[in-house]
């Protein structure tokens, strides 16, 4: 049975649970639960991460935790009884968790490995926490740790500061808002220095500055390396100061063994020290750490004989340094020890061993040596700061290593009271001796022992140095031959005090023979006492001492026998008359130095200080005494403090009269000499003092007396120092004053009270004296009263004592009543005046509330005039501050209300103002300390407050100005983010106290401001600050974690639905004064209705419907409504506010409302049109922020701009989005797009001179000038998309714009800028783009492409797979479609996104265009696939029963016709289907159809490979031809006969009988193609394919044999096909024209309206591509046989029919192909449309980028004309008859023909020549070819037309020549010779640099490639007729593929072109030419030839190879040449391009 728990109550999850059981909880390892029920193992309850789902789980996986259980029962509430640290730990690191992860994915690796640190970190800290074994000083360092770690890893990962004291968290409700901005403040800092955070609460005013940090070494010998010394050793560690050259510290002795250990075994890794108390003065000096090696041994080292073995000396051997200035930086990055290297020096000469350190420093290498040996000491050295005590408890490590102190030499900065030391330092200097009468000089040992008075030798009181125990004698190093020794070695005397009088040294002088006896001889000592006989120590100097004779024999057992001699010079003069018959006689000659430093806390040195001490011995000096005393040193008065102290007041007790002013005097100095730094912590000695030693209890009438007599001086003295210093020393002396009184009250009972009152009230009177006296002009008196008010506030404690807190409070507010105001005094003396105030209201007395109802009108007072004039704002604000803590700390006391009320009356307009004028300055500190005040009074103030607050003002405007500040400091509060971003505690406390507030101040707006006094600037402030406060982003609770929501939402529910209520609440109470807020409030309110909370959604969005209905009443309409909201919602929307769910209840909350309205029915659609635009706003906000790909982009915003359009008129927002659509489209390279974007704008404006606004972008400027701008822009735009003809509709609409005002300069510029356009369209390649159909079907996809269905522009060379590809990586989510059926309404409606694509093909509109017989094909080709509206796609199917036999009997196609809602292209790449419609094609007019196709890819493959000049691989032709033969052998055309020819067909279907026919010359005319075809290939076979050749004559013998029935004229075929040669012969013998019915015949099957235009289509096309155009073939010159009678019988296989062979005299490769419908090819039985997405892989079709040797085939073919009077133009056909019949359709044809060879880019040709260009074919092999030979379609080539050369040459280089050559006519037709490529000896024809470079863009790598096939032609023209031999054209292949590379302007090499010498004698006259090997060649003849070229030659890459000689067929006269000679031109050198033009102009016209 379940049972409520008791204590188990919360517990930590230590295994995950799945809740595999019913009702089961999830948990996982780590959550926390709260426990409500147990039964038998398991617990029922809840997890602190869901706390609403209850559920079960076993209570063995559960680890039980105390906890503290409010509330019990069912909504019980349990805290973890733990510490708040580390429940604060495990909350941030369940927080961090996630967030950690998160910063690997976004590659921050360097963040995300140091958290993981601080988390592993933190985890160990708080494990030390909970396990309860460390000490309290422990406890609180961890927490320093573990908070320095927190809030480090908050900041970094950009969560929320936490404000803390002590470690602990602080809680917001419990401290004042001055105090959390503090702590705010502290935590900051804490963060940015990650140092500890000793207190969050700022210093109190009077708190003394930091103590300083000393630095300590910590020094450690690892080893000293060493192998020649062989003996003990002691070095000697010490700190020296080379600028002062001396030593500052004690020295570190290390005694070593001769193997280098020490010599203590027990000091094994114990040899280390610790130089304490440096100051940071000390840190800055020139130190180093000098180590002295002093061996003990023998004399000499190396030298047996000197000295016995067993004696041993010391003796200087070494010395290192190392400099702590250099290692400093590196000691103080890191925090452990680190090692050093110290190497070892020997003295050259023992004499200077005192100054080796120093030599060795200055670097004087002659002085000293390095021994052979690497000796070198190995220290570590560690840098520690703090107080002993702190680095005893962070490094307890280094203290149990037998740690040896080392001190500094005298004092430390800082001297504690209880710091006792008794040392007296001794430094041997050196001495002066005789020789003696000996030949050398002495070896001299001095040995020293300390003497008490009764001559014993004082125990251990020599020490070396520190780490070795003392000594009682002290034995020096010997310097070898020395008579005159300096040894400075420091000696440490730690004499007890006790012994300290009495005793002496004796230092004895010993010579140490190195003789074999080795004896050390006595020959002399000194001596001297340690104090002198008036009782002073030793003094700090150098003292020369007597040095006297003596020897082994005398005995030193009576000391007295010496002491009585003088030891001195001092001591000499002191005592003249000594016996000279002692013992002992001093030697004259010599001498003895020593030095001394005493370092005592007990002892002195100072005879003034004696002499005060004992002054009545000597009663006389005190007055001298007491003088003197100011100067004694300040150490040796604080050493006796308490002595002295007492002194002085029994002298001042002695005589009070004589004595009492010095003795005050003397007690200030004192006083004041503890303020020293130096001496500040010796004033709780003098504390200590006063409470229990102090015993003068008289002394307090004569103090009052002083300082009194002191005030009143204070007006007359000019020279007030001794004034200001007992100013300063206040503080103390009332404590004596006190103190005094006390023990004399104690003593008397009372007695004197009234007395002693009346003279404090005196004293206080002399101190209001003394501040109310005018110190502006006095500077002493200024500094007098600085330093009484600075001390004034120390007093307050004092005083207390004496009197009660009311009396003590009406003393300091008459003190600082009597004060000067702000206006009467100094700056400065300002500052000190408030100073002086903080520091009142920070002291204990200011903590009563009877003390603050006195003080605290005086201290707002003078905080209030200082505010009024913006005077020190900084301190203000401290005080007030610490006011506010105060009252805070106290607001349970009834007093603090009528504080507060205060307060208020005082403060809080002058608080308003003070910050309206700080923001405005934007001084971000001191608005945040205002702030925090402001919100500190305002939480203070309860109703009663503001209730009388608000009726004190004594008129409404009054109250107006303060609502209108208060609303907008708030306000300013929300903009200006015056508390950081983190610093959410913060805000959120700061929003609470601001709508409290409102709701306070919303009654009086309400009562006051809304009837007849209604006032627009009040409510307007009101409503602006409620809509800025809701959109906080502080209160956004969305975006946080649910816990930190939670918390909050707990602590003060969400305020921004309470601030929304009191919103609406207002917002009704307006009544009809709400029109004045539309549409003012209409944007604000939206704004609020955005905020992602549905409540305040709720309350909000009704107000809609209010503004409305006030607009309807008022103008009745709400167009301001309207407008209004769909220019706000645009802007908000875009901004990331909003989303699906506001909008459907924007809509049903409206629509719900405007239903009960009688304008019902435009409010509906009001509101519908609102919803819908958010759908867009919301689809197109998706689209811009999310990674979304640019078509989607375009989409989404071509889609809003329709709208705004359209749907609801808003003019400006459509131009908006049509500027962000056109930058969208430049931005993916989309010009022609991004120009029809722009010229929407620009067909909104007018050519009128009306001004515009600034917008946007644009400057303010005329409509004329914008729309001018606009204009230019879009041509520009239309230029770089190579749209041309839709920019010169514009060029033109400028153009007459300029005429209009006669600006002819920019009308020459945009007449030019027209012509350009002309010759780009005429000479440019341009790709012809695929269009493919796409679906969007499912409810996943956004509104604008849900279920619709588009057509897409596909980029260049984009083919269907890629496409497809690209659309389903925009939308990854999709599924692509395999069948081109309508999807069904599952589809339609599911949650998911299906895509459908498939290619259609263009159905153009210009037909009229295409049909015209004379319009180029390049002309033709953008029609084709521009300005479409309709495309179509084809998909097969059987109707009725499938024939099993013959397929083709039932195979129908269904055609689709699209129809757009625009035109490809426009605005965007894609539109919308508008309309669909269905036909379907039966299976004869497929069959027709596919017929078709496949004899214009079969031209077209032909005539490639007839006008190639370089053997190439021919395997495509003969897979082509082999796929086409075989099909039609073994079905492919016989099926089409079995199915259409037969005779039941015929009969049912009579209408089919023309549709037959036409089938029929469609097949007959594939048999004549095909043997074209074949003969072409038996040309080219290579000799090991001819087998295969063979087989398709025998095939193709078949297929016409098996068709010979329905076709009997098939039977005359071309020989080529048969075997058989045809004799050569006169091929044009007959001249015949051409008549109307024949052209009539050429246009039957493909009409002539269409022929040559092909489609640059950037893919090549499916196997059903159908050629449409093209109705003749030629075979160029290299298929040709060995006679020109080929020619003849291959014009028969391409035109049987007899009526054409007359006519044929010019014939050319016309190819065209265009996407077809047909599905079906010869060869196949079935195929799929390829247009779908299932159409066969790239790799079986067509590639556009084909391999070199297929790219580029430059075709050339001349047929001259028939014999004419002038030269003809294609464009001007002649009109007269040429043998009796109209020869202009003739001609026309014959232009039409022999154009396609020409080069419509060739400069050299005239206006007339360029009509037609090559047409360029895109085909592919039918599928049958597909299959046997799948990589054939990847190297299809295709007849490309001509490289574009440039337009124009410059001048006076080169001229063009129009003409062609005048050619005689032969019986035979001209002969097509190869030309020979060789280098021009001739200069390159530079490029045109005003042109494109050749016409190509560069970027198109394939077509740059494929450009340069071209057909080079030359000029007809009307030749003279002649008999001789006509002469030979040369022919020029085209360059490799490398050899032009369209990023860069190649120049090739020009080479000559050959002819004939037999040419007309009118050639002669004219120069050869160069021509230009890209392009055909011209006739170009340069002016001057030495002119140099306009720019230099850049040869081609590789080398051309030579064209073989058998390449063409060569007439050649009967007397062969080897070579001939250049072309020449007919035209003079001089005429220039104008009037070649005019010349063809000319000719066309007369011809005409």
């Not at 040896?404 to 007296?424: E, S």
């Not at 493919?1332 to 260049?1356: I, S, T």
């Not at 124009?1848 to 080169?1854: A, M, Q």
């Not at 004219?1966 to 170009?1980: E, L, T, Y």
């Amino acid at each position: 049975m379940w049972t409520p728990t008791e204590e188990e109550k919360y517990g930590v999850v230590i295994c995950s649970f799945r809740g595999s059981v019913p009702q089961g909880l999830v948990l996982e390892i780590g959550e926390t639960v709260q426990i409500l029920e147990k039964c038998e193992g398991w617990y029922r309850g809840v997890s602190t991460k869901k706390p609403n789902v209850k559920g079960i789980f076993p209570a063995n996986y559960i680890h039980l935790k105390k906890a503290i259980v409010s509330n019990r029962g069912q909504y019980e509430t349990v805290v973890p009884l733990e510490d708040s640290i580390v429940t604060e730990v495990t909350a941030t690191l369940q927080e961090w968790a996630s967030l950690w992860k998160q910063l690997y994915v976004k590659h921050k690796v360097d963040l995300f490995y140091k958290l993981r640190h601080v988390m592993n970190e933190l985890i160990d800290l708080r494990r030390q926490l909970l396990s309860g074994h460390l000490t309290q000083d422990q406890v609180r360092e961890v927490k320093r740790h573990i908070t320095v770690r927190l809030d480090w890893g908050n900041e970094h990962l950009g969560l929320d500061l936490v404000p803390r004291k002590d470690f602990e968290v602080v809680d917001s409700d419990q401290i004042s808002v001055s105090d959390l901005y503090k702590m705010h403040l502290s935590s900051r800092q804490s963060v940015q220095q990650s140092t500890s955070q000793v207190d969050t609460m700022r210093p109190r005013h009077g708190e003394t500055c930091r103590m300083p940090v000393p630095h300590h070494f910590f020094l450690s010998l690892k080893s000293f390396t060493y192998n020649t010394i062989g003996e003990d050793t002691d070095v000697f560690f010490s700190l020296y100061d080379m600028r002062e050259g001396k030593q500052i510290s004690e020295r570190f002795l290390v005694r070593l063994n001769k193997n280098g250990g020490p010599r203590n075994p027990e000091k094994i890794e114990r040899m280390c020290a610790l130089f304490t108390d440096l100051s940071s003065k000390d840190m800055k000096r020139d130190l180093y750490i000098v180590a002295h090696v002093i061996r003990i041994g023998r004399m000499l080292l190396n030298d047996s004989k000197k000295g016995p073995p067993h004696l041993h000396y010391r003796r200087p051997y070494g010395c290192a340094v190392l400099s702590i200035l250099d290692v400093l930086q590196s000691l103080t990055e890191v925090k452990e020890e680190k090692d050093f290297v110290l190497k070892v020096y020997t003295c050259n000469n023992e004499s200077e061993w005192s100054q080796i350190h120093e030599n060795i420093i200055r670097k004087s290498s002659a002085k000293y040596s390095a021994p052979s040996a690497s000796h070198g000491l190995i220290i570590s050295l560690q840098l520690l700061r703090g107080d002993m005590e702190q680095i005893r408890r962070e490094n307890p490590m280094v203290f149990n290593r037998g740690l040896a102190i080392t001190r500094k030499l005298g004092f430390p900065d800082v001297i504690m009271p209880g710091d006792i030391r008794n040392d007296l330092y001794l430094t041997l200097e050196k001495g002066d001796f005789e020789r003696g009468g000996k030949s050398v000089q002495k070896n001299i040992e001095v040995t020293m022992y300390v003497l008490y008075a009764d001559g014993e030798i004082l125990k251990d009181c020599i020490s070396l140095g520190s780490g070795e125990t003392n000594r009682s004698s002290y034995h020096s190093f010997v310097l070898y031959h020395s008579n005159s020794p300096r040894w400075g070695e420091i000696i440490k005397l730690p004499i007890p005090i006790d012994r300290f009088r009495g005793s002496h040294l004796r230092f004895e002088f010993r010579h140490c023979s190195t003789k074999d006896k080795g004896e050390k001889k006595l020959f002399g000592f000194a001596f001297s006492p340690l104090m002198r006989d008036d009782g002073t120590t030793l003094s700090d100097d150098i003292h020369e001492l007597y040095v006297y004779k003596c020897d082994e024999n005398s005995t030193f057992n009576n000391h007295a026998l010496y002491l009585g001699l003088p030891c001195c010079k001092e001591d000499y003069n002191g005592c003249p008359n000594i016996p000279s018959s002692l013992i002992f006689q001093r030697s004259t000659k010599e001498s003895f130095f020593i030095s001394t430093q005493l370092s005592s806390t007990k002892l002195t040195q100072n005879v003034d200080l004696l002499a005060l001490l004992k002054w009545k011995a000597f009663p006389d000096r005190i007055m001298d005494v007491l003088g003197r005393l100011r100067h004694v040193s300040g150490e040796e008065i604080v050493k006796f403090l308490q002595d002295i102290l007492d002194t002085l007041f029994v002298i001042l007790d002695d005589n009070t009269e004589k004595y009492g002013l010095l003795v005050f005097q003397s007690l200030v100095f004192i006083i004041n000499l503890l303020r020293d730094i130096k001496y500040f912590h010796f004033r709780p000695v003098m504390d200590t003092y006063i409470q229990k030693h102090f015993a003068g209890a008289l002394a307090y009438k004569e103090l009052i007396r002083c300082l009194k007599w002191y005030m009143d001086c204070s007006a007359e003295l000019i020279r007030q120092d001794h004034i200001q210093e007992a100013m300063r020393a206040l503080e103390y002396l009332f404590k004596f004053i006190v103190q005094s009184r006390i023990l004399y009250s104690r003593a008397t009972c009372g007695m004197e009270e009234e007395q002693f009152r009346s003279s404090i009230q005196e004293l206080f009177q002399s101190i209001r004296f003394v501040l109310s006296l005018d110190s502006r002009n006095s500077e002493t008196l200024l500094f007098t009263q600085a330093a009484l008010l600075n001390s004034f506030p120390t007093i307050f404690d004092e005083l207390l004592q004496m009197f009660t807190v009311q009396e003590v409070a009406e003393f300091v507010r008459g003190t600082l009543g009597s004060m000067p105001s702000t206006v009467h005094i100094g700056q400065s003396m300002d500052v000190v005046k408030l100073q002086s105030i903080a520091r009142t209201v920070d002291s204990r007395l200011f903590s009563f509330s009877e003390s603050r109802r006195i003080l605290l009108p005086v201290v707002l007072h003078h905080i209030h005039l200082h505010l009024r004039q913006q005077k020190e704002l900084l301190i203000c604000s401290g005080i007030l501050g610490s006011i506010f803590s105060i009252v805070k700390t106290s607001s349970l006391e009834a007093d603090v209300m009528e504080e507060v009320e205060m307060m208020v009356e005082s403060l809080l307009d002058v608080l308003l103002q003070t910050l309206l004028t700080i923001m405005s300055k934007s001084h971000a500190q001191e608005a945040g300390e205002y702030v925090s005040c402001l919100l500190s009074l305002l939480r203070q103030m309860c109703d009663t407050h503001f209730q009388h607050l608000l009726d004190n003002f004594q008129s409404k405007d009054e109250l107006k100005e303060f609502l209108l500040k208060i609303f907008c400091v708030f306000r300013n509060l929300m903009k200006m983010s015056v508390f950081p971003r983190d610093w959410m505690v913060m805000r959120l406390l700061t929003s609470n106290i601001i709508v409290t507030t409102v709701q306070y101040l919303s009654s009086a707006l309400h009562k006051n401001f809304t009837e007849t006094d209604f006032d627009f600037k009040v409510w307007n402030s009101y409503f602006s600050l409620a809509v800025l406060f809701i959109n906080q982003p502080s209160l956004q609770l969305e975006i946080i974690t649910s816990a930190k929501r939670k918390k909050i939402l707990d602590k003060y529910g969400d305020m921004r639905v309470m601030m929304a209520y009191e919103l609406f609440s207002m917002w009704q109470n307006l009544g009809e004064h709400k029109i004045h807020f539309i549409p003012g409030m209409i944007g604000p309110f939206l704004g609020v209705t955005l905020v992602p909370q549905p409540e305040v959604r709720n309350i909000m969005i009704p107000i809609f419907h209010d503004m409305m209905d006030w607009e309807q009443r008022k103008n009745g309409n709400f167009k301001q409504v309207e407008a209004e909201l769909i220019d706000k919602l645009d802007s908000m929307v875009s901004e990331g506010k909003g989303d699906e769910s506001y909008r459907e209840l924007f809509s049903l909350l409206l629509l719900e409302k405007v239903e009960q309205e009688t304008w019902r029915e435009t409010g509906i659609s009001f509101v519908t049109s609102v919803t819908r635009l958010m759908e867009r706003l919301l689809d197109y906000r998706d689209c811009m922020k999310g990674e979304e790909t640019e078509n989607k982009k375009i989409g989404c915003t071509v889609n809003l701009m329709n709208f705004y359009k359209s749907e609801i008129n808003k003019e400006e927002m459509y131009i908006r989005y049509i500027h962000k659509l056109c930058d969208m489209h430049l931005q993916a390279e989309n010009y022609t797009e991004a120009a029809f974007t722009l010229l929407l704008y620009c067909e909104l404006l007018q050519w009128e001179d009306r001004p515009l606004r600034e917008f946007l972008h644009y400057p303010s400027q005329t409509e004329w000038q914008r729309k001018e701008g606009l204009c230019r822009k879009i041509i520009h735009y239309f230029n770089k998309g190579k749209s041309w003809e839709f920019g010169i509709p514009l060029c033109r609409e400028l153009a007459c714009q300029y005429e209009s005002l006669y600006d002819y300069q920019s009308l020459s510029w945009i007449r030019k800028m027209e012509a350009s356009y002309y010759d780009n369209i005429m000479e440019q390649q341009r790709l012809e783009p695929e269009f493919f159909r796409v679906g969007f079907y499912g409810r996943k996809f956004p509104f604008f492409l849900r279920n619709k269905e588009y057509v897409c522009r596909g980029h260049d060379y984009e083919r269907l797979e890629a496409f497809q590809q690209r659309m389903l990586s925009e939308f990854p989510q999709a599924v692509a479609m395999q069948h081109p059926n309508h999807p069904d309404d599952a589809i339609l409606q599911c949650d998911a996104q299906y895509l459908q694509i498939y290619a259609v093909t263009p159905i153009p509109d210009y037909v009229d265009v295409l049909q015209m017989d004379r319009v180029p094909d390049r002309v033709k080709s953008f029609y084709r696939v521009n300005n479409v509206r309709k495309f179509r796609y084809d998909r097969p199917f059987h109707k009725g029963p499938k024939d099993k036999e013959n397929e083709f009997k039932s195979l129908w196609i269904e055609r689709t016709t699209l129809t757009l809602t625009h035109s490809l292209p426009g605005i965007s790449r894609w539109f919308e289907v508008e309309r669909r419609e269905l036909v379907e094609v039966s299976p004869l007019e497929n069959a027709i159809q596919v017929v078709e196709n496949k004899n214009q890819e079969l031209r077209s493959l032909i005539s490639q490979y007839q006008h190639k000049q370089v053997h190439g691989n021919i395997n495509l032709l003969s897979m082509c031809l082999n796929g086409v033969i075989d099909a039609a052998v073994n079905g492919g055309v016989a099926r089409y006969q079995e199915a259409f020819f037969d005779k039941d067909y015929i009969n049912k279907h009579p209408g089919d009988a023309e549709k037959i026919t036409q089938l029929k010359e469609l097949m007959q005319e594939q048999v004549h193609v095909l043997g074209v075809g074949l003969a072409v290939h038996e040309k080219f076979v290579h000799p090991e394919m001819r087998p295969l050749h063979k087989k398709l004559i025998d095939q193709f013998q078949m297929m016409r044999a098996s068709l010979y029935h329905e076709f009997p004229g098939l039977d005359k075929l071309s020989p080529a096909c048969s075997g058989t040669s045809t004799p050569r012969g006169n091929v044009l013998a007959s001249h015949s024209p051409m008549s109307p019915e024949s052209i009539k015949m050429t246009h039957r099957h493909s009409p002539m309206n269409l022929m040559g235009t092909g489609r640059h289509s950037s893919s090549s096309l499916s196997s059903h591509a159908s050629s449409e155009a093209g109705n003749m073939v030629m075979l160029g010159d290299g298929s040709m046989g060995d006679a020109p009678e080929d020619l003849y019988h291959h014009m028969q296989l391409a035109y049987p029919n007899p009526r054409y062979q007359g006519s044929i005299t010019n014939v050319s490769v016309l190819s065209s192909s265009q996407a077809s419908p047909s599905s079906s090819s010869l060869s196949s039985t079935h195929s799929a449309p390829s247009q779908m997405i299932t159409s066969a892989p790239s790799s079986a079709r067509g590639s556009p980028s084909l391999p070199d040797k297929y790219r580029h085939a430059r075709e050339m073919m001349l047929l001259l004309p028939t014999y004419r009077d002038r030269p003809s133009s294609a464009m001007y056909p002649a009109a007269i008859l040429e043998n009796g019949q109209p020869p202009n359709f003739q001609r026309a044809l014959f232009q039409q023909v022999v154009g396609a060879c020409k080069p419509c880019s060739d400069p050299n040709l005239s206006v007339a020549e360029k009509a037609v260009p090559a047409a360029p074919s895109s085909w592919s092999l039918d599928s049958g070819a597909q299959e046997a030979q799948p990589f054939l379609s990847a190297h299809m080539g295709r007849i490309m037309v001509p490289p574009v050369p440039p337009r124009s040459l410059l001048h006076g280089h080169y001229s063009l020549h129009f003409d062609a050559f005048h050619h005689p006519l032969g019986d035979t037709p001209p002969a097509l010779p190869a030309r020979t490529l060789r280098k021009s000896p001739l200069h390159p024809i530079p490029a045109s640099p005003t042109s494109p470079q050749s016409g190509l863009d560069g970027s198109n790598s394939t077509l740059s490639g494929s450009a340069s096939s071209g057909v080079s032609s030359l000029s007809e023209s009307n030749f003279g007729h002649s008999s001789e031999a006509p002469p030979r054209t040369d022919t020029m292949d085209s360059m490799p593929s490398q050899a032009w590379n369209a990023d860069e302007d190649l120049e090739p090499p020009y080479l000559p072109v050959h002819y004939s010498l037999s040419e007309s004698a009118v050639l002669d006259s004219i120069k050869a030419q160069p021509c230009r090997s890209h392009s055909a060649p011209g006739c170009v003849i340069p002016q001057d030839p030495m002119d140099p070229p306009a720019l230099p030659p850049k040869p081609y890459h590789p080398r051309l190879p030579a064209l073989e000689h058998d390449e063409g067929v060569l007439l050649r006269e009967e007397t062969e040449r080897p070579r001939g000679l250049h072309r020449k031109a007919s035209l003079p050198p001089g005429s220039t391009k104008e009037e070649q033009a005019r010349m063809a102009w000319e000719h066309g016209r007369g011809e005409q």
